[in-house]
């Protein structure tokens, strides 16, 4: 489903049959259609606000709600769709808060912003 383009959550994913063993499963084009279908209108299909905090959280060394903006650019630049790090800059500059002298910013004013709730 991830290469149709749909942000679909492994959850959803495993809930309809995947497995993590590739090439043992396969499906015909229909049933396929069903189970992107069925993943559409899923309620939990996408992660969201909640679920970004909850990444974010993992990386809060000092459990004070911040974390490394390098642990950060990495996140981006290099887990699921690589971001190129010109853009990650970019969205950097937009949404961050600055770092302090130890590299850490707060990153509830980022998912705030990035979301839109700010």
């Known amino acids: 489903m991830y290469a149709l383009g749909m942000n679909t959550t492994k959850k959803v994913c495993v809930s309809l049959g995947q497995t993590d063993e590739e090439g043992k499963k ?3 084009f229909d049933e396929v259609v069903e189970k992107v ?3 559409k209108v ?7 606000y909640h ?7 993992l990386y ?7 974390m490394m903006l390098a ?7 290099n ?3 690589e971001i190129p790090k010109a853009d990650v ?6 949404l961050c808060d600055p770092e302090d002298e130890d590299g850490f910013f707060p990153y509830m004013p980022f998912i705030d912003r990035l979301c839109g709730k700010a």
């Open 71 to 77: 642990e950060l650019e990495n996140i981006l630049a």
């Open 26 to 28: 396969f499906a015909k």
């Open 51 to 57: 679920d970004y905090i909850e990444l974010v959280k």
């Open 89 to 94: 800059q970019a969205l950097f500059a937009e």
């Open 37 to 39: 279908n069925a993943a």
């Open 79 to 81: 887990l699921g769709d």
């Open 42 to 48: 899923a309620p939990d299909s996408s992660g969201g």
């Open 60 to 66: 809060d060394k000092n459990s004070n709600g911040t």
